[in-house]
């Protein structure tokens, strides 16, 4: 009996066809009512996916909320004090994109009359928007036909398409960009804006108009992105109520767990920083962090980085700062992570060392509590702020 011959990999054209009246019907049903998706208005939608980078939507709602309420448009968001922008942002992270984000609410200012453009290429030369983000504001608010590729997108294509090459090559990557493009483009090809047909009046046209997805391309895109983030989700994925299912090489294969492939991850390494808390007549000492670090400009407790070994650093690090520790004992433990780095904070208290502490090098100021909480501190140190709040009350 002569051997069967395996079959022949879905075209990726066939499957595109299959894939994305299947997407558009699964998130007409399914979607989340989240609150960016309840309008088209492009500010709106511009300021939730800079929030949404690297942010999971659960922690980004409450800020958006917020940020329209006090910055409602382009006008404000330009206009606002950097302060009042940190404040905002206070435990986004990542603060480059808020302070991007005003550049380019004041380039939208000087060169499109405050109106937020319309073109792909006006919205990609806008500070801190790349890619991702123009792809994403001109599908999402203006329904056109551009492509979009971020984490959730990634790992949902690799898995459909049986992409086993690491995503981040640049060989990979282009691929992955044109199977994004080659969905948005047969969503708009198929249900797109189109004239107005002859007849239009008919009951058969109407019925016609009604059976075409709304804004197919904008739907696309975020069928996918919801795709990735309530189904297809990097563990454990949920493949029986996928509508993608039956298309999906990942599943028929059963290698899920092994797609998209990343790469070895990064090593993660431990440091280990000491923070001082200063008081003097009800008022504590803070400093305000440089521009060009990290959380530039947000504000901070005096600190100091110490070596992850060793016996009583304390003593080395506050007299780096012109400081003397007080009590045998730290206060307060903060443990967190940043990309790839595991750090531990120790909280002392401490007094000023002398002659040696020299303010205007440490841009430092005496604050009472009522004022530290008007100021955007770093996540770590907004939680030796909570503490000392929490001791103070009790």
Same mark, same amino acid.
């Given at each position: 009996?002569?051997?069967?011959?395996?079959?022949?990999?879905?075209?990726?054209?066939?499957?595109?066809?299959?894939?994305?009246?299947?997407?558009?019907?699964?998130?007409?049903?399914?979607?989340?009512?989240?609150?960016?998706?309840?309008?088209?208005?492009?500010?709106?939608?511009?300021?939730?996916?800079?929030?949404?980078?690297?942010?999971?939507?659960?922690?980004?709602?409450?800020?958006?909320?917020?940020?329209?309420?006090?910055?409602?448009?382009?006008?404000?968001?330009?206009?606002?004090?950097?302060?009042?922008?940190?404040? $905002?942002?206070?435990? $986004?992270?990542?603060?480059?994109?808020?302070?991007?984000?005003?550049?380019?609410?004041?380039?939208?200012?000087?060169?499109?009359?405050?109106?937020?453009?319309?073109?792909?290429?006006?919205?990609?030369?806008?500070?801190?928007?790349?890619?991702?983000?123009?792809?994403?504001?001109?599908?999402?608010?203006?329904?056109?036909?551009?492509?979009?590729?971020?984490?959730?997108?990634?790992?949902?294509?690799?898995?459909?398409?049986?992409? @086993?090459?690491?995503?981040?090559?640049?060989?990979?990557?282009?691929?992955?960009?044109?199977?994004?493009?080659?969905?948005?483009?047969?969503?708009?090809?198929?249900?797109?804006?189109?004239?107005?047909?002859?007849?239009?009046?008919? =009951?058969?046209?109407?019925?016609?108009?009604?059976?075409?997805?709304?804004?197919?391309?904008?739907?696309?895109?975020?069928?996918?992105?919801?795709?990735?983030?309530?189904?297809?989700?990097?563990?454990?994925?949920?493949?029986?109520?996928?509508?993608?299912?039956?298309?999906?090489? @990942?599943?028929?294969?059963?290698?899920?767990?092994? $797609?998209?492939?990343?790469?070895?991850?990064?090593?993660?390494?431990?440091?280990?920083?000491?923070?001082?808390?200063?008081?003097?007549?009800?008022?504590?000492?803070?400093?305000?962090?440089?521009?060009?670090?990290?959380?530039?400009?947000?504000?901070?407790?005096?600190?100091?980085?110490?070596?992850?070994?060793?016996?009583?650093?304390?003593?080395?690090?506050? =007299?780096?700062?012109?400081?003397?520790?007080?009590?045998?004992?730290?206060?307060?433990?903060?443990?967190?992570?940043?990309?790839?780095?595991?750090?531990?904070?120790?909280?002392?208290?401490?007094?000023?060392?002398?002659?040696?502490?020299?303010?205007?090098?440490?841009?430092?100021?005496?604050?009472?509590?009522?004022?530290?909480?008007?100021?955007?501190?770093?996540?770590?140190?907004?939680?030796?702020?909570?503490? $000392?709040?929490?001791?103070?009350?009790?």
């Amino acid at each position: 009996m002569p051997k069967r011959r395996p079959r022949n990999p879905e075209p990726e054209t066939a499957k595109v066809r299959k894939i994305v009246p299947a997407l558009l019907t699964w998130f007409n049903a399914n979607a989340r009512d989240l609150p960016w998706r309840r309008t088209r208005d492009p500010y709106a939608i511009w300021v939730s996916e800079i929030m949404l980078q690297q942010t999971q939507v659960k922690t980004v709602i409450p800020y958006w909320e917020r940020w329209m309420r006090e910055l409602p448009s382009i006008a404000s968001a330009a206009n606002a004090a950097p302060a009042k922008l940190h404040k $905002l942002w206070e435990g $986004l992270g990542y603060y480059t994109r808020v302070r991007n984000l005003q550049k380019a609410a004041q380039q939208i200012i000087a060169q499109h009359a405050s109106r937020f453009p319309e073109s792909f290429d006006d919205i990609l030369a806008l500070s801190g928007i790349g890619r991702y983000t123009a792809g994403a504001i001109a599908s999402i608010a203006f329904n056109q036909p551009r492509p979009i590729l971020d984490g959730n997108v990634i790992r949902v294509l690799t898995r459909i398409f049986g992409i @086993a090459a690491n995503p981040r090559e640049k060989k990979t990557n282009t691929r992955l960009w044109q199977l994004a493009e080659k969905m948005v483009d047969h969503a708009h090809a198929r249900w797109g804006e189109r004239p107005r047909e002859p007849g239009a009046g008919s =009951k058969l046209a109407a019925a016609r108009r009604e059976s075409r997805p709304a804004n197919a391309c904008s739907h696309l895109n975020q069928s996918l992105m919801e795709l990735g983030a309530l189904i297809c989700t990097p563990r454990s994925p949920n493949c029986a109520v996928c509508p993608v299912r039956k298309c999906c090489v @990942a599943r028929k294969e059963n290698r899920q767990d092994q $797609l998209p492939k990343l790469g070895k991850r990064a090593v993660v390494t431990e440091r280990r920083f000491l923070a001082f808390v200063v008081e003097r007549s009800g008022k504590f000492l803070v400093r305000q962090r440089p521009a060009g670090v990290v959380n530039a400009h947000l504000w901070e407790f005096l600190n100091a980085e110490v070596g992850v070994g060793g016996d009583k650093p304390e003593r080395s690090a506050a =007299k780096e700062l012109g400081l003397k520790p007080t009590g045998n004992k730290p206060i307060h433990s903060v443990k967190h992570s940043i990309t790839r780095y595991r750090v531990t904070l120790q909280v002392w208290t401490a007094d000023l060392g002398g002659p040696s502490f020299t303010r205007p090098k440490l841009h430092s100021r005496w604050l009472s509590v009522r004022q530290l909480h008007q100021l955007a501190f770093t996540s770590a140190h907004k939680k030796i702020l909570a503490s $000392l709040s929490a001791r103070r009350e009790g």
